[in-house]
Nanobody
Framework: QVQLVESGGGLVQAGNSLRLSCAAS????????MGWFRQAPGKEREFVAT????????DYVDSVKGRFTISIDNAKRTVYLQLNSLKPEDTAVYYC????????????WGQGTQVTVSS
């Protein structure tokens, strides 16, 4: 049974930082690409960042480049998303997701963790 469990969300003031974690179980980590998505109230879910299982390749949506960093710890089977210089527009539920390396769509999702940034 595949499980992705996020943690680390919370309420912070603009300019501060958070680190989100996603603990994965039930998947062969080396066969998957991991990603983070977010969904703000009244908006569609959007891609935030992705990373290969080896950590060699990472990509970000333009709005977070230079502020967010995705990383992976294979020994702990955990993916992280470091959120720096947070802005109120970063407020959203953040979801961890996994897809087979050559698949087009993410097919495993976590339950989400709320990030709220006050101005």
């Amino acid at each position: 049974q595949v499980q992705l469990v996020e943690s680390g969300g919370g309420l912070v003031q603009a300019g501060n930082s958070l680190r989100l974690s996603c603990a994965a179980s039930g998947i062969t980590f080396s066969s998957y690409t991991m990603g983070w998505f977010r969904q703000a109230p009244g908006k569609e879910r959007e891609f935030v960042a992705t990373i290969s299982w080896s950590g060699a390749r990472a990509d970000y949506v333009d709005s977070v480049k230079g502020r967010f960093t995705i990383s992976i710890d294979n020994a702990k089977r955990t993916v992280y998303l470091q959120l720096n210089s947070l802005k109120p527009e970063d407020t959203a539920v953040y979801y961890c997701a996994a897809k087979l390396r050559y698949a087009s769509a993410y097919n495993y999702w976590g339950q989400g963790t709320q990030v709220t940034v006050s101005s």
